[in-house]
């Protein structure tokens, strides 16, 4: 059974960080490509960022770039996202997301429950 847990999401203050991991069980993880996701109320999900299994490659949705870092530690089968310089605008339910093999940025095979990051002062 595969199962994909997201932890390390709170309430920050803007300016602040966070660091999210997501650990994978039930999969080869070293052969997935990772993905974080983000959907705020009323609004559609939206891709954060990507790391293929190698780690070789990354994407980042342009609102986050320089202020958000994707890794992954294929020891320890999890996937991570420090989250710096945090906005108002972060706010959402963060989910990571599993795709084997191939790069892709919205298409995945397995999702986590969520995270929920609230910014706010």
């Known amino acids: 059974q595969v199962q994909l847990v997201e932890s390390g999401g709170g309430l920050v203050q803007p300016g602040g960080s966070l660091r999210l991991s997501c650990a994978a069980s039930?999969?080869?993880?070293?052969?997935?490509?990772m993905g974080w996701f983000r959907q705020a109320p009323g609004k559609e999900r939206e891709a954060v960022a990507a790391?293929?299994?190698?780690?070789?490659?990354?994407y980042y949705t342009d609102s986050v770039k320089g202020r958000f870092t994707i890794s992954r530690d294929n020891v320890k089968n999890t996937v991570y996202l420090e989250m710096n310089s945090l906005k108002p605008e972060d706010t959402a339910v963060y989910y990571c997301?599993?795709?084997?093999?191939?790069?892709?940025?919205?298409?995945?095979?397995?999702w986590g429950r969520g995270t929920q990051v609230t910014v706010s002062s």
């Open positions: 997301a599993a795709r084997f093999l191939t790069w892709s940025i919205n298409e995945y095979d397995y």
């Open positions: 790391i293929a299994w190698s780690g070789g490659n990354t």
């Open positions: 039930g999969i080869t993880f070293s052969r997935y490509t």
